[in-house]
């Protein structure tokens, strides 16, 4: 069971997306449990203004820290253990390893989201949250970043995906990239599946999704071969296909 907690100005970005396929499923049977609390319920003022001006001037607007700092007491007042997340293109990166150590966390996962300038830097002082990038690039808030999170950890919590193998099968989950896949029809405009996967012989359909596999990564993310997470029995198969090349 992963527990987690949205903490956001736009909850609306967050609902639909829980609303639909391996999320939606998760929560129904009880495997994911996601809370979305709106910045605006913990702002005091009649216009209920969660953000402000930067202090020294400059464009744009910054996130007030009185609510984050309700909202999250609001979520401690639960009594459960917190591990607190901020997302932030400052942060360390999100990876596989970090998606796999969130799908197995005990304690709730509170994102924060930020927005505009980003959140007044006395939330990081007071709070000391995590700070978590989905990657270089700058986007216009923590909203897609929680989700991507949510969606990449909650794989890895026991009877989301319908066969256990799965997780640890997809790419990424080793060093390599997948395979191609097929499903029907046999041809479509001229395009045909390989003869192998309707042979019947399983050992020759395996052989050839991991000389498939071997082959996509070198040819799409060679990056990825150089990591040590990478077997000798992969890299030798690699160095064998390489040299057959021309
Ligand atoms: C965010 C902003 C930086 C000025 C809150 C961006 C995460 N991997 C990521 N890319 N972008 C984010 C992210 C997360 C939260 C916020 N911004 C926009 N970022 C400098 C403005 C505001």
Not at 6 to 16: D, G, N, R, S, W
Not at 108 to 134: A, K, M, T
Request: proline share 7%.
């Amino acid at each position: 069971m992963m527990k987690c907690d949205v903490v956001t100005l736009f909850p609306e970005m967050i609902h639909p997306v829980l609303a639909q396929s391996m999320l939606k499923r998760a929560r129904d049977k009880g495997l994911l449990d996601v809370r979305v609390h709106d910045l605006r319920d913990f702002t005091e003022d009649k216009h209920r203004t969660a953000d402000d001006h930067p202090y020294g001037g400059g464009a744009g607007m910054v996130l007030k820290p009185e609510p984050i700092f309700r909202a999250v007491d609001a979520i401690r007042a639960g009594g459960e253990p917190l591990r607190l997340i901020l997302t932030s293109p400052q942060g360390r990166p999100f990876t596989q390893q970090l998606a796999f150590e969130f799908g197995g966390e005990t304690r709730r996962l509170v994102f924060i989201c930020g927005r505009y300038e980003g959140v007044d830097e006395r939330v990081r002082e007071g709070l000391d949250p995590e700070e978590v990038s989905i990657g270089d690039y700058v986007l216009t808030g923590g909203e897609l970043p929680a989700l991507v999170m949510i969606d990449a950890a909650v794989r890895w919590v026991p009877g989301v995906l319908g066969d256990p193998e799965s997780a640890k099968e997809d790419s990424f989950a080793g060093t390599l990239l997948d395979y191609p896949h097929y499903t029907r029809p046999a041809t479509v405009r001229g395009l045909a599946i390989p003869e192998v996967l309707t042979s019947g012989n399983h050992e020759a359909i395996r052989d050839w999704r991991r000389k498939q596999a071997l082959l996509n990564t070198l040819k799409k993310r060679p990056d990825l071969l150089e990591k040590p997470g990478c077997t000798d029995e992969e890299r030798k198969r690699l160095e064998e296909l390489n040299s057959k090349r021309k």
